[in-house]
């Protein structure tokens, strides 16, 4: 996932130390996490937890614990979603 997240344009992926998730940066978007998520799954139907949860409300977390073939498909939902903001 951390190479996948590091290829899209217009988001910035934080590398976990340890952890089973990916904080990505999604600030040069410009759109806030829970508005950002919300429009992620009803147009990509992916899921991603919103920052502000977590006190960043320009960062979006993704988990991967999860098969190789969601987390792919996901991304290529993502990258989709990302290069038309």
Excluded: W
């Amino acid at each position: 996932m951390q190479g996948r997240l590091e290829a899209i344009k217009n988001v910035r992926v934080i590398e976990p130390k340890g952890a089973f998730y990916h904080l990505v940066d999604i600030s040069p978007i410009g759109i806030k996490s829970v508005n950002f998520c919300e429009k992620l799954l009803s147009k990509q139907k992916v899921s991603a937890v919103p920052g502000l949860a977590f006190g960043s409300d320009f960062t979006v977390r993704f988990s991967y614990a999860t098969g190789l073939d969601v987390i792919n498909a996901g991304m290529d939902r993502f990258e989709e979603f990302c290069s038309q903001h």
